[in-house]
């Protein structure tokens, strides 16, 4: 599971930890039956506080992502809730958009836009699983 926290982010750090989960389960990066972390190693790895992801957890859980089996640990869901794909691209491409505009707010023209996007995402594509950009 690769998660990466953007620390001075104006969004609450158990928001971008839901969304990136919802987002790898939907895409299948996580694939159902995979079990995930517990609590206190996602908290360890990504340096949080372990209530923050006792809550992410519970969180996923009750949105169908997760599943908590007693004693085994917890689990992508067998069945994910697919209906939700749409609405999550509807909301990258809003948010895309709004990164668009304030790059053209600071004057940047699309040839500069398209070339910062396309480096942006090799470097990510490049990442290796598990690691994090700080």
């Known amino acids: 599971m690769f998660i990466r926290i953007e620390k001075g982010s104006s969004v609450p750090i158990s928001r971008q930890i839901v969304s990136q989960v919802r987002a ?3 895409a299948g990066t996580l ?3 995979e079990k995930v972390p517990s609590v206190r190693e ?7 506080n372990p209530n923050t992801i006792l809550r992410v957890y519970e969180k996923l859980t009750a949105e169908g992502y997760l599943q908590r089996r007693h004693g085994s640990g917890t689990f992508i869901a067998d069945q994910l809730p697919m209906s939700q794909l749409a609405s999550q691209t509807h909301h990258f491409e809003e948010e895309l958009q709004q ?3 304030h790059g053209q707010m600071l004057g940047l023209d699309q040839g500069t ?3 910062m996007f396309n480096r942006l995402l090799k470097q990510t594509h490049n990442l290796p ?5 700080e």
């Open 113 to 115: 836009l398209q070339a």
């Open 129 to 133: 699983e598990g690691e994090s950009e």
């Open 31 to 33: 694939e159902p039956g």
């Open 99 to 101: 990164v668009i505009r």
């Open 42 to 48: 996602l908290a360890v790895t990504l340096g949080v």
């Open 24 to 26: 790898q389960c939907l």
